[in-house]
């Protein structure tokens, strides 16, 4: 099973950027998506989540009417897109998925994906 995250990279305040995650070796539509970030320094928050019945989504409060979640089971991506980017949402991302039907972040992660690099210049 691998997760693989890609589309950081250096972005000025006000852009946008999409984030997906791939993944292989799983039955996608039956995992619980979540996108995490960890800035330098600091410990890992939730950033967004996907149920994977239902597609309900969750939101930290920083990153709500920014950020929006989706999923493709097609094509077993998650993606994170990213408007209206800020200094202090420069961070490492990760995918993780759960089996459990929740956007809890709080859940059980069966696995992580390696992270991307977002940087958001002021």
């Known amino acids: 099973v691998q997760l693989q995250a890609f589309g950081g990279g250096l972005v000025q305040a006000g852009g946008s950027l999409r984030l997906s995650c791939t993944a292989s070796g799983l039955t996608f539509s039956r995992y619980s998506l979540f996108w995490f970030r960890q800035a330098p320094g600091k410990e890992r928050e939730f950033v967004a989540a996907i149920r994977w019945y239902g597609a309900s989504t969750n939101y930290a409060g920083s990153v709500k009417g920014r950020f929006t979640i989706s999923r493709d089971n097609a094509k077993n991506t998650v993606y994170l897109q990213m408007n209206s980017l800020k200094p202090e949402d420069t961070a490492v991302y990760y995918c993780?998925?759960?089996?459990?039907?929740?956007?809890?972040?709080?859940?059980?992660?069966?696995?992580w994906g390696q992270g991307t690099l977002v940087t958001v210049s002021s």
């Open positions: 993780a998925a759960t089996l459990q039907s929740t956007t809890n972040w709080r859940a059980r992660f069966y696995y």
